[in-house]
């Protein structure tokens, strides 16, 4: 487990990209997963949109290095905060930053995936991971969006990903927290609509990331990182669920005209080509960091 450590970094360097996203969305954005993948980049894409920023993971070296990294490059305050969103010692580090800024934007991109049978896997890592991608995405949203209602403007971003959208064998667990987090997002998008907050779910497919490795799984092709980043920031406040890539919109739309239990049957394929390449063959079992 992390202790939460802060370290702020900053630079007057260089004007925003991007003054009227700042505007809209600014001044702060808190980024959780941001020591790696996806998170990564998007604190990356929302730095050189002007926004500073708070980083979150457990990570705290590498958070740090961001914080330099960002305030150099783009000239934005950027505070690191080493914290296990698996624990509520952690999520309460996070609610704690939040209070203390004015945050116009939440990317819960922190999350892990599990693969294989389900019978075959630790119960306790399952459980780690409903604590990482839900129940620490309860905490944050729970505690940033009646504050950005209140004040009439925000954005709030889930991670969510191509397998939320029915079950998956071979992937049973892990595809129903990323169907808690997608249907969350469109409820929410339809409550704070009319209150000036901006919520989307990025839904993408494989992205060439440490989240692969750490799901045991081999896919194919993968997008990067950069790109699916790229493409979640500029579809908030105009899609409620982004598809990055053209993998995620072919899937998305080839399976939509399915029905239910068909599409569960062919996810159950997609998933065993993605675990049958991989070398040891055995469980998916996320190892602890
Ligand atoms: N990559 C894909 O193919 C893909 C596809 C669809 C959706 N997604 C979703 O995208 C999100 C980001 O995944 P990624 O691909 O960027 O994976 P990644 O490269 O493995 O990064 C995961 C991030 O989450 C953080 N994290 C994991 N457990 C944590 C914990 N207990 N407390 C705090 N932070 C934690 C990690 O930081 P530390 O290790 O430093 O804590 C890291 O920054 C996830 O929610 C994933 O479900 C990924």
Not at 55 to 72: F, S, W
Not at 142 to 153: E, F, K, L, Q, S
Not at 216 to 231: C, D, H, I, N
Request: charged share 20%; glycine share 12%; net charge positive.
């Amino acid at each position: 487990m992390s202790r939460p450590q802060h370290e702020t970094a900053k630079n007057a360097l260089p004007a925003p990209r991007d003054n009227a996203f700042a505007h809209r969305y600014g001044p702060w954005a808190v980024v959780t997963g941001a020591s790696d993948g996806i998170g990564l980049a998007i604190a990356r894409e929302l730095a050189a949109r002007g926004l500073h920023l708070v980083v979150v993971a457990r990570r705290g070296e590498r958070l740090q290095q961001l914080a330099r990294e960002l305030a150099g490059r783009h000239g934005v305050e950027c505070q690191a905060l080493a914290a296990d969103l698996g624990t509520a010692e952690g999520c309460e580090a996070v609610r704690r930053m939040i209070a203390a800024h004015e945050v116009g934007v939440l990317v819960a991109a922190a999350g892990f995936g599990t693969s294989g049978a389900f019978v075959d896997s630790p119960l306790g890592a399952e459980r780690e991971m409903l604590a990482v991608n839900c129940a620490s995405v309860l905490e944050l949203v729970g505690h940033v969006a009646p504050r950005m209602a209140d004040r009439g403007r925000g954005g709030i971003v889930l991670l969510s990903s191509v397998l939320a959208f029915n079950g998956v064998p071979g992937s049973a667990h892990y595809a129903a927290t990323k169907a808690w987090v997608q249907s969350l997002a469109e409820g929410l998008r339809g409550e704070l609509r009319g209150r000036g907050v901006d919520v989307l779910a990025s839904a993408p497919g494989p992205v060439d990331t440490g989240f692969a490795a750490r799901a045991r799984l081999a896919p194919g092709t993968m997008l990067s990182a950069e790109v699916v980043a790229r493409q979640t920031i500029d579809a908030l406040g105009r899609q409620g669920t982004v598809r990055p890539g053209w993998l995620s919109k072919l899937l998305g739309w080839s399976l939509a005209t399915l029905p239910r239990p068909m599409r569960v049957v062919l996810l159950a394929r997609v998933m065993k080509g993605m675990t049958g390449r991989r070398r040891d063959g055995g469980p998916g079992v996320a190892p602890t960091r």
